[in-house]
């Protein structure tokens, strides 16, 4: 039986924004979305479920005014709880309601240095978003950034990075034997098998519908709606999710086929896949690792010396990069 440990929660679809790369066509609250006592019966019942860790975003989820009660009742139940936010409707209030509910961190959306960020979301926004994350650091509320990175922002994040940085404000200084790496971190056989939506992940949506990731929203993906059916009922069913439960390497085409991680891997992220392919089993284009493989293949293939291509063999061969190695064995043969 999959075990449910973490939970994305969109609790509401209205939002005080109209960000430009918007995928979820926010604007108004929706008639269908739960009321406050559907939403603290949901609660309970991720926690009989064993749920661990969960984040509530939206639509901008403090655009709903009982956000707060429904965060409490989620710690109240023993479950981490964080918050996304674009910080419009951070103040004073804001901050009193997410320390007496126990969140766990609250995450703001930054998309660029002020112009960018402003004109990707809403004029005046960027500054209400520094100020927001300075009042949240002055409380010692836990914070992070998110940040979707696009043609108009691309050029200006190593500035970006340095602003957040002095932001976030040094907690001291370590010696060299004060840092201890995780030594799992340095281990090559992590035990990540794939993405987890829908074995250990679940999405809710604001109307109740059960989905294996909050970004895979096709109609015919949606487990059960929790008005109809208990979450834990919904959970268990062996039909729920078993597009990626019963997913596995032999299913996958293209480069994710072939790839040295794929049966720790099976292709990343789900959604990346289905939006741009339209199909689970095909390969993910976006991933860098797989654009890195295309890149050699097309350096390898440019090259007329055969010598050279030889040295890259051998090195590939040294680091045990078999599919690197592959890739030059075959465009060696080709130039024969």
């Known amino acids: 039986m999959n075990k449910l440990t973490t939970a994305v929660w969109e609790i509401t679809m209205g939002c005080n924004m109209r960000c430009k790369h918007c995928g979820s066509s926010c604007a108004e609250a929706l008639p269908d979305e739960l009321n406050t006592s559907e939403a603290l019966e949901v609660c309970d019942q991720l926690k009989d479920l064993g749920l661990k860790v969960i984040t509530l975003s939206g639509g901008e989820p403090t655009t709903r005014s009982d956000w707060h009660i429904i965060a409490k009742r989620l710690v109240d139940n023993g479950i981490i709880t964080s918050i996304i936010t674009n910080g419009w409707l951070i103040d004073e209030n804001f901050v009193h309601n997410a320390i007496t509910s126990g969140i766990r961190s609250v995450c703001l959306s930054i998309d660029g240095l002020e112009k960018t960020h402003d004109f990707i979301r809403r004029s005046g926004s960027f500054n209400k978003s520094i100020k927001a994350l300075k009042e949240l650091r002055k409380n010692n509320i836990s914070t992070s950034v998110i940040t979707s990175i696009n043609k108009?922002?691309?050029?200006?994040?190593?500035?970006?990075?340095?602003?957040?940085?002095?932001?976030?404000?040094?907690?001291?200084?370590?010696?060299?034997?004060?840092?201890?790496?995780?030594?799992?971190?340095?281990?090559?056989?992590?035990?990540?098998?794939?993405?987890?939506?829908?074995?250990?992940?679940?999405?809710?949506?604001?109307?109740?519908?059960?989905?294996?990731?909050?970004?895979?929203?096709?109609?015919?993906?949606?487990?059960?709606?929790?008005?109809?059916?208990?979450?834990?009922?919904?959970?268990?069913?062996?039909?729920?999710?078993?597009?990626?439960?019963?997913?596995?390497?032999?299913?996958?085409?293209?480069?994710?086929?072939?790839?040295?991680?794929?049966?720790?891997?099976?292709?990343?992220?789900?959604?990346?896949?289905?939006?741009?392919?339209?199909?689970?089993?095909?390969?993910?284009?976006?991933?860098?690792?797989?654009v890195e493989m295309k890149k050699w293949k097309k350096y390898l293939e440019s090259l007329n010396d055969i010598s050279e291509i030889d040295n890259v063999i051998e090195k590939a061969a040294a680091l045990k990069h078999q599919d690197l190695y592959k890739i030059a064995c075959e465009i060696k043969q080709s130039k024969l």
């Open 152 to 290: 108009e922002n691309i050029c200006e994040l190593e500035e970006l990075y340095q602003l957040l940085i002095v932001l976030a404000d040094c907690i001291g200084y370590y010696s060299n034997k004060d840092i201890k790496v995780n030594e799992n971190f340095l281990n090559d056989n992590w035990s990540w098998t794939g993405c987890g939506a829908g074995k250990h992940v679940i999405g809710i949506l604001h109307n109740g519908d059960i989905v294996a990731c909050t970004s895979i929203r096709d109609k015919t993906l949606v487990a059960g709606n929790i008005r109809e059916k208990s979450l834990k009922s919904i959970w268990e069913s062996p039909d729920s999710f078993k597009w990626n439960r019963n997913f596995d390497s032999s299913k996958l085409k293209g480069f994710c086929r072939e790839c040295r991680y794929t049966e720790r891997c099976l292709g990343g992220c789900s959604n990346s896949r289905y939006c741009i392919n339209g199909s689970f089993e095909s390969e993910n284009r976006y991933c860098a690792y797989n």
